[in-house]
């Protein structure tokens, strides 16, 4: 399976992007994708998840209510949307895909393949 995220880029605070993550390669049989994302200096944290079987969504606490996750099961693609931007934002944002739970879906263990990244820059 191979992830291509896109969709980043510089915003000013206040604003929005939205993310994108296609999947190509062998999607079929994902469990749940991911989104995280990793701050210069600072380790890979967890922002949201989503079943990929119902749709149930998973976020941080740092970005709920501002960001929301969403899927296409038709593109195999999935989304985020980033509202109400803040500085502390700013990371690459990681895509990732899950085949089978392994305890939490917050955890980077639980996923199994890993997107390039695409970088968020948030100025004030």
């Known amino acids: 399976v191979q992830l291509q995220a896109s969709g980043g880029g510089l915003v000013q605070a206040g604003g929005s992007l939205r993310l994108s993550c296609a999947a190509s390669g062998r999607p079929f049989g994902v469990y749940v994708m991911g989104w995280f994302r990793q701050a210069p200096g600072k380790e890979r944290e967890f922002v949201a998840a989503i079943r990929w079987s119902g749709g149930t969504t998973y976020y941080a606490d740092s970005v709920k209510g501002r960001f929301t996750i969403s899927r296409d099961n038709d593109k195999n693609t999935v989304y985020l949307q980033l509202n109400s931007l803040k500085r502390e934002d700013t990371a690459v944002y990681y895509c990732?895909?899950?085949?089978?739970?392994?305890?939490?879906?917050?955890?980077?263990?639980?996923?199994?393949?890993w997107g390039q990244g695409t970088l968020v820059t948030v100025s004030s």
């Open positions: 990732a895909a899950g085949y089978r739970y392994r305890g939490s879906y917050y955890s980077p263990d639980n996923y199994d393949y």
